[in-house]
C-alpha cells in the first residue's frame, strides 16, 4: 500500500481549488494529489461546504421571483451535457512520451491552461543530472512515481510542491527508480546553465 502523502498543499491553495478559481492547469496538479491524499480531499470538501453554505445564503437573500423564472429559463435552454470528461488517470496514460535527452522525458498533458503556461510530464532516470533553473513564474508539482531530493526535503510519490517565482532550485532523484512528475508551470523556465538551455530548448513542452 502507498504510504499517505506527507507534503501538501496550503490551505489558501485547496480554498482556490475548492472554489474552482485556481489558475487553469494547475488545478490539474492539485486534482492529481488529492484524488491520493485523504487529508486533503476531506479538506477540500470541508472548504466545498464552507462556500457551499455562503453562496445558499447569498442565492437566498438575493433570489426574487424574477430572478428565479430566469434561472429556470436558462436551464431549459442550456446546451445538453458534454461526453463525460476524462479521469486524471486517462489524461496522464494518453500524454506522448518525447525522450530530451538521455534518460529523460517529457510528455505535455492535454488539459486547459494559459497560453505561456506548461501542464506536463517529466521522467527522469536515476543518476541523471537535472538543470538548476529559476521560473519566472510559480511552479505546482505532484510526483507520480519514484522519489525527489529539492534541497535535502524528500518528495516521493503523492507529495506535491509549490514553487514560487525566482525560487532557484537543482531537484535530484532519489533512489533507484526513474522519478515520474506532474507540473505545471507558469511562464517559462530559466534554465542556469548551458546543459540546462539544451535541455528545456529540446523538451519545448
Ligand atoms: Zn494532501
Same mark, same amino acid.
Given at each position: 500500500?502507498?504510504?499517505?502523502?506527507?507534503?501538501?498543499?496550503?490551505?489558501?491553495?485547496?480554498?482556490?481549488?475548492?472554489?474552482?478559481?485556481?489558475?487553469?492547469?494547475? !488545478?490539474?496538479?492539485?486534482? @492529481?494529489? *488529492?484524488? $491520493?491524499? %485523504?487529508?486533503?480531499? $476531506?479538506?477540500?470538501?470541508?472548504?466545498?461546504?464552507?462556500?457551499?453554505?455562503?453562496?445558499?445564503? %447569498?442565492?437566498?437573500?438575493?433570489?426574487?421571483?424574477? %430572478?428565479?423564472?430566469?434561472?429556470?429559463?436558462?436551464?431549459?435552454?442550456?446546451?445538453?451535457?458534454?461526453?463525460? #470528461?476524462?479521469?486524471?488517470?486517462?489524461?496522464?496514460? #494518453?500524454?506522448?512520451?518525447? =525522450?530530451? @535527452?538521455?534518460?529523460? =522525458?517529457?510528455?505535455?498533458?492535454?488539459?486547459?491552461?494559459?497560453? !505561456?503556461?506548461? *501542464?506536463?510530464?517529466?521522467?527522469?532516470?536515476?543518476?541523471? /543530472?537535472?538543470?538548476?533553473?529559476?521560473?519566472?513564474?510559480?511552479? &505546482?508539482?505532484?510526483?507520480? /512515481?519514484?522519489?525527489?531530493?529539492?534541497?535535502?526535503?524528500?518528495?516521493?510519490?503523492?507529495?506535491?510542491?509549490?514553487?514560487?517565482?525566482? !525560487?532557484?532550485?537543482?531537484?535530484?532523484?532519489? $533512489?533507484?527508480?526513474?522519478?515520474?512528475?506532474? &507540473?505545471?508551470? /507558469?511562464?517559462?523556465?530559466?534554465?542556469?546553465?548551458?546543459?540546462?538551455?539544451? @535541455?528545456?530548448?529540446?523538451? !519545448?513542452?
Amino acid at each position: 500500500m502507498t504510504p499517505a502523502p506527507v507534503h501538501h498543499p496550503s490551505t489558501e491553495t485547496l480554498a482556490a481549488y475548492a472554489a474552482g478559481t485556481l489558475r487553469a492547469g494547475f !488545478d490539474f496538479v492539485i486534482a @492529481a494529489h *488529492v484524488r $491520493g491524499c %485523504a487529508q486533503c480531499r $476531506g479538506e477540500v470538501a470541508r472548504l466545498e461546504g464552507v462556500g457551499g453554505a455562503l453562496l445558499a445564503e %447569498a442565492d437566498a437573500a438575493a433570489m426574487s421571483e424574477e %430572478a428565479l423564472m430566469q434561472a429556470l429559463a436558462r436551464i431549459e435552454t442550456a446546451a445538453p451535457p458534454a461526453a463525460p #470528461a476524462r479521469t486524471i488517470e486517462q489524461i496522464i496514460a #494518453a500524454a506522448k512520451k518525447r =525522450w530530451v @535527452a538521455p534518460g529523460v =522525458w517529457t510528455a505535455r498533458i492535454d488539459t486547459p491552461h494559459a497560453k !505561456d503556461d506548461r *501542464v506536463y510530464l517529466l521522467g527522469v532516470a536515476p543518476g541523471v /543530472q537535472t538543470a538548476k533553473h529559476t521560473h519566472s513564474g510559480a511552479e &505546482f508539482t505532484v510526483v507520480l /512515481q519514484g522519489a525527489l531530493n529539492d534541497g535535502g526535503v524528500v518528495y516521493r510519490a503523492g507529495d506535491f510542491c509549490e514553487r514560487d517565482p525566482d !525560487d532557484t532550485h537543482h531537484p535530484k532523484v532519489e $533512489g533507484a527508480e526513474t522519478c515520474v512528475c506532474l &507540473f505545471a508551470t /507558469q511562464g517559462r523556465l530559466v534554465p542556469s546553465g548551458v546543459i540546462g538551455r539544451i @535541455a528545456f530548448a529540446l523538451a !519545448d513542452v
